[in-house]
Nanobody, 124 residues
Framework: QVQLVESGGGLVQTGGSLRLSCADS????????MGWFRQAPGKERDVVAA????????YYVDSVKGRFTISRDNAKNTVYLQMNNLKPEDTAVYFC?????????????????WGQGTQVTVSS
């Protein structure tokens, strides 16, 4: 059974850093590509970053390139999102998701399991 649980969100000032974690109690993460998404109030849920099953291939949306890093530890069935130089526009609920396959994808419809989300708030 897939159960994704995010942690690590919180309130941070502009320029600060946070590291989000996504753990799967069902221990399935290691076999699939994973992604991080975010949803701000009144907006669509958008992809932020994606990583393939082995961790060697990563993709980012342009707005976070150079600031965010997605990584994974398959031995721990955990995926991470390191967020540096945070900006107020990064404020959103962040979700991790498991893809249907092993290749990294930035397409939302190619993810089939989602966590409950963790709030990230960046104050100006």
């Amino acid at each position: 059974q897939v159960q994704l649980v995010e942690s690590g969100g919180g309130l941070v000032q502009t320029g600060g850093s946070l590291r989000l974690s996504c753990a799967d109690s069902g221990r399935t993460v290691s076999s699939y590509a994973m992604g991080w998404f975010r949803q701000a109030p009144g907006k669509e849920r958008d992809v932020v970053a994606a990583i393939n099953w082995g961790g060697g291939s990563t993709y980012y949306v342009d707005s976070v390139k150079g600031r965010f890093t997605i990584s994974r530890d398959n031995a721990k069935n955990t995926v991470y999102l390191q967020m540096n130089n945070l900006k107020p526009e990064d404020t959103a609920v962040y979700f991790c998701a498991r893809a249907r396959g092993q290749r990294a994808t930035m397409r939302r419809n190619e993810y089939d399991y989602w966590g409950q989300g963790t709030q990230v708030t960046v104050s100006s």
